[in-house]
């Protein structure tokens, strides 16, 4: 059975669908034709056992009974000889089981314990049916009834240990439930050779969206072309209509995370150029002044020696901010968890005070909790404050509050002209006033990308009075879950 099985699974879902469909046809038809079947054959054996009670006389002779007993004739007549028309076999059986044709009936029928006990304690009321033989062993329907004896003054005796036995040929009968199981036979086989075919042009023609769809999987796993689409009817909802929609989805998705691929390791490879270069011009110059014997003086060799930590700073900047940028939503999942993001805040404004110590930063700073990556949380406030120390002026003030959710971090800087705003947090992008700036463009990116994943939303816009005030907006609560708590 489990080869079987396994060999089943392997087979074409087409081949699957046609042998389901043919058994299933093929155990209703079965189901249908034997029904039928004993239907017809307890009609006809009722129809047999109508004729055997209704040709029975229900008194004999006493003549006709010492006749029979007596005499045991055997020649063959069609009738009882009692004015009853039967065609059929007749006779008398004693309780011993000696048998006697009645008025010269056809043959005898084989006599059974069943007949011999009747004999020994008829009932008037009830015979004993049964499928039987005769002598010759042709199938017969025999009725064994009582014997009961009626004279002239109109009594009626029943006979004691003795019993009359009335038989029908099956013959006919049996031919005709014969014809009968091989007519239904051969209609079943068809139905079933019928349902097979219709089960495999039903399966052909339900997977020819599926057979598209491979072909499309195929091709676009041969190919890598994600520009393949799989035509759906606007009206359809079906299972295959949801399958190609989810298909075309996947490969729009995938084809938009190329893209976004691409542009990333370009505007990467153009972001690390500039660095690299420098770095490797500084580097140069200070291994010609080695390698010539003409040492630089102390100052410019201090200045590029300070130009190449920077430069390196930067570049460490520039790769973890890449690899923030490439973490997956299942490693950033794994690490979520309730975070109290008025610490995270206080962290945050303690870095920012060491970067900008001549500036002034005020903050109120109420409890909420969120549900987030604790050092990502952490690393985007921070990009949002340094933005805020970067732009301020020397002496500057820059106001953070963080109440019911909301957190705001506002500067007195020169601000952001309106056509800009819309690009603040594209990556790599940089307002040409801030070009000559330290940073890698992809400081806000990371901002909005962390807190979209929080749930929340994040905007930049002009101040009143000047300046750039952002605002954060995340979903928790003033106070921890339960569980949570502690």
């Known amino acids: 059975m489990n080869t079987l099985t396994r060999r089943f699974r392997t087979l074409p879902i087409r081949a699957r669908l046609s042998i389901l469909v043919a058994a299933a046809v093929a155990f209703a038809v079965a189901?249908?034709?034997?029904?039928?079947?004993?239907?017809?054959?307890?009609?006809?054996?009722?129809?047999?056992?109508?004729?055997?009670?209704?040709?029975?006389?229900?008194?004999?002779?006493?003549?006709?009974?010492?006749?029979?007993?007596?005499?045991?004739?055997?020649?063959?007549?069609?009738?009882?000889?009692?004015?009853?028309?039967?065609?059929?076999?007749?006779?008398?059986?004693?309780?011993d089981g000696q048998a006697c044709l009645m008025n010269g009936s056809t043959a005898l029928v084989k006599v059974t314990g069943t007949d011999k006990s009747y004999a020994s304690d008829p009932s008037p009321q009830q015979g004993v049916l049964r499928n039987g033989t005769d002598k010759d062993g042709n199938p017969v329907r025999i009725l064994t009834t009582a014997v009961v004896i009626g004279g002239g003054?109109?009594?009626?005796?029943?006979?004691?240990?003795?019993?009359?036995?009335?038989?029908?040929?099956?013959?006919?009968?049996?031919?005709?439930?014969?014809?009968?199981?091989?007519?239904?036979?051969?209609?079943?086989?068809?139905?079933?050779?019928?349902?097979?075919?219709?089960?495999?042009?039903?399966?052909?023609?339900?997977?020819r969206p599926v057979d598209k769809l491979t072909e499309a999987v195929e091709h676009v796993a041969r190919t890598e072309d994600l520009s393949v689409r799989i035509p759906v009817e606007e009206e359809s909802d079906d299972e295959i209509a949801r399958l190609s929609r989810s298909f075309n989805s996947m490969t729009t998705s995938l084809a938009n995370s190329r893209e976004l691929q691409q542009?990333?390791?370009?505007?990467?490879?153009?972001?690390?150029?500039?660095?690299?270069?420098?770095?490797?011009?500084?580097?140069?110059?200070?291994?010609?002044?080695?390698?010539?014997?003409?040492?630089?003086?102390?100052?410019?060799?201090?200045?590029?020696?300070?130009?190449?930590?920077?430069?390196?700073t930067e570049l460490a900047a520039l790769i973890g901010d890449l690899q923030e940028l490439s973490r997956s939503e299942g490693q950033r999942g794994e690490r979520v968890q309730i975070v109290a993001l008025q610490d995270t805040v206080e962290a945050a404004l303690s870095r920012a005070r060491l970067r900008g110590p001549e500036l002034k930063i005020t903050a109120d700073v109420q409890p909420w909790f969120v549900r987030a990556e604790p050092s990502a949380l952490e690393r985007a406030i921070v990009n949002i404050l340094?933005?805020?120390?970067?732009?301020?002026?020397?002496?500057?003030?820059?106001?953070?509050?963080?109440?019911?959710?909301?957190?705001?971090?506002?500067?007195?800087?020169?601000?952001?002209?309106?056509?800009?705003?819309?690009?603040?947090?594209?990556?790599?992008?940089?307002?040409?006033?801030?070009?000559?700036?330290?940073?890698?463009?992809?400081?806000?990116?990371?901002?909005?990308?962390?807190?979209?994943?929080?749930?929340?939303?994040?905007t930049l816009a002009r101040a009143t009075g000047g300046g750039t005030v952002a605002t954060v907006r995340l979903p928790g609560a003033p106070t921890a879950p339960p569980a949570e708590a502690g």
């Open 31 to 95: 189901a249908v034709s034997v029904t039928c079947w004993f239907i017809v054959q307890g009609k006809l054996y009722s129809e047999l056992e109508k004729d055997l009670t209704t040709s029975v006389p229900r008194v004999m002779p006493y003549e006709q009974v010492q006749d029979a007993l007596s005499t045991c004739a055997q020649t063959p007549t069609d009738s009882f000889g009692f004015g009853v028309r039967f065609k059929g076999y007749t006779q008398l059986v004693k309780a």
């Open 153 to 207: 003054d109109g009594n009626k005796v029943l006979v004691k240990n003795l019993a009359l036995m009335v038989a029908v040929p099956l013959k006919s009968t049996e031919s005709t439930l014969n014809e009968l199981a091989l007519l239904l036979l051969l209609v079943s086989g068809i139905g079933v050779v019928g349902a097979g075919a219709a089960g495999l042009a039903v399966a052909r023609t339900g997977l």
């Open 263 to 312: 542009q990333l390791i370009a505007d990467a490879g153009h972001e690390l150029r500039t660095p690299l270069t420098s770095l490797r011009t500084n580097i140069e110059l200070l291994t010609r002044s080695e390698e010539t014997g003409r040492p630089l003086p102390p100052a410019d060799r201090k200045a590029l020696l300070s130009s190449v930590k920077a430069q390196m």
């Open 386 to 458: 340094d933005n805020a120390v970067k732009f301020s002026p020397e002496g500057g003030t820059i106001d953070v509050a963080l109440d019911h959710g909301v957190l705001t971090v506002r500067d007195h800087g020169p601000g952001i002209a309106e056509e800009e705003l819309p690009h603040v947090f594209d990556r790599f992008w940089r307002s040409p006033s801030a070009r000559a700036l330290p940073g890698s463009g992809l400081g806000l990116s990371i901002v909005a990308r962390t807190v979209q994943q929080a749930g929340g939303d994040v």
